[in-house]
């Protein structure tokens, strides 16, 4: 690639961030809603901890303050990668809603460049509003740190990254081999890791069939991470383990993400699919 | 590059669909091929307006998605001065845009936002508010509309920021697929106008798909009528009506098919 290329898909990637941060701004009322849905979904997680004790449904030596840092890093980091997930699996379904996937998909730009650009306004989004949630968080349940590596645990956060660009890219597919039902499909997929990485409860509660299932996904392993450095103090150092498989799965995820996208892109050629209607 | 504008070697493209016979059971669908385009050879050399005229179904927006790499031909090759529309997809959308009869914009943007989304994409940036602003006042479009919502804009404003946003790119090549279907008589003299005003500023390949035989007549170098897929004659507007002995290209089209253009209405083929 030389350097005026590169220059052009370094603007196109930009391109396609910014339009994402125009759209957004447009639609400004939709983000308020979905910040107060955000909020409230973390919140009543962290009031389910509560209840457990309430209920009698926590055993004796039943550490409040723990259960509800365990399940709020579950519900913000959730949060935080769905929302990465999903923005990019839209990015296709996006197009056609506006009607704009004949003109994105007859630019001068790689489909590499045009997915990274959606998936850097995502990863940069989603941190503004976990954080966001975060502190709302803070405010209400006064949520103790004081054992927490906040450099391990952001380590991770970085890490978790990069399989997740994979997974979204191959979940951006989805509209493309079905016009009509591909976004249900992205859905589907979103709630199929929700149940097996361990988002709210260990694997180890999952029939084995699913802890198998769990053990493949990237999210079990930043989720892991997460909840070593905010709630036991694991290092940098200690998390690295942890790093390389995130890495080790990106590295797989991203390379196939985009093959399976150029297969999806020639066969919608062939049938005629990249219009808006579907 | 001496390669022409655009050459199709026995281009052919057909489309399958599930269908059920009448009369046969509901869940006893077989699949069909409709045929879009039959093994089409055509060569358009730089320079000048070609016009594609047909009605719906004719094939004439397939031919648009095959030179603008949005679909790829079942047979044969097509290429884009010289670069094959399939192998080096890349290279040809560097060369080529398009106006489509549904102005393709996020309606929610300003033409603004849509229009340096677009050079941001092209990898045109430079001086881009400054030049987005002089085209958009050489179309008669007024400043004001520039942070206006494209949604806010009639469907006459918007293709002309349609067209503004074709020529910020710098294309080649544009394909202008019905740009001015639907619009009303006032509005569709002006963007015809702006069409013939730009052209004469940069040396540009254009093919114009139309119903109208008029806007053809007035603005087409060479004219080229299509009906099921197939070219049915090719020449200048004066040479088709000495040729076929007719007034008008309707009155040609009249006489290769038996059909008046206007009153067909025909379904797209294309799915």
Known sequence: MTVGVRHSEMGALLGFAERQLYVYKRYWVWEVVWLFYSIVSVLSIGFLASGLSAVGGASPGFDLHRAQLYLLIGALLWGYLSLVFMEAAYAIAWERWEGTIEYTFMAPVRRTTHLMGICLFAIAYGLARTFIVLLAAIAIFNLDFSHANIPGALVVLAAAIVPLIGLAILASVLPLLSPQKGEQMSFAVQGFLLLVSGVYYPLSVLPVPLQLAGAISPLTYALDGMRRSLLDGAGVGDELPTVGILVAMGALLIPAGILVFSWAEKRAKRLGLLKRSG | ?271
């Open chain 2, 1 to 271: 590059m001496n390669s022409p504008a655009v050459e199709l070697r026995g281009v052919r493209k057909a489309f399958r669909r599930r269908e059920r016979e009448s009369g046969a059971h509901w869940w006893k669908r077989e699949w069909k091929d409709k045929v879009a385009l039959h093994e089409l050879d055509l060569t358009v050399d730089k320079g000048g307006v070609t016009g594609i005229l047909g009605p719906n179904g004719s094939g004439k927006s397939t031919l648009i998605r095959i030179l603008g790499t949005l679909l790829t031909p079942d047979v044969g090759r097509a290429f884009v001065f010289g670069w094959d529309v399939v192998a080096d997809a890349l290279q040809v959308r560097r060369h080529v845009n398009r106006v489509s009869v549904e102005a393709a914009f996020f309606k929610e943007l300003s033409p603004w936002e849509n229009m340096v989304y677009a050079a941001r994409l092209y990898g045109n940036t430079g001086g881009t508010r400054r030049r987005v602003v002089e085209i958009l006042e050489t179309l008669g479009l007024p400043r004001d509309v520039i942070d206006q919502p494209m949604k806010q804009l009639s469907r006459g404003q918007q293709q002309k920021v349609a067209i503004a946003r074709s020529f910020l790119t710098a294309p080649s090549l544009l394909l202008m697929d019905e740009p001015t279907t639907g619009l009303d008589p006032r509005s569709k003299k002006e963007v015809q106008s702006v069409l013939e005003s730009l052209r004469s500023q940069r040396e540009i390949t254009v093919l114009l798909c139309t119903h109208d035989m008029d806007e053809a007549a007035a603005m087409c170098d060479r004219v080229l009528m299509m009906d099921g897929g197939r070219v049915l004659a090719d020449g200048t507007p004066g040479e088709l009506s000495t040729r076929y002995d007719a007034p008008s290209l309707e009155d040609v089209f009249m006489h290769l098919t038996g059909k008046r253009l206007e009153a067909e209405e025909m379904e797209e083929v294309a799915p």
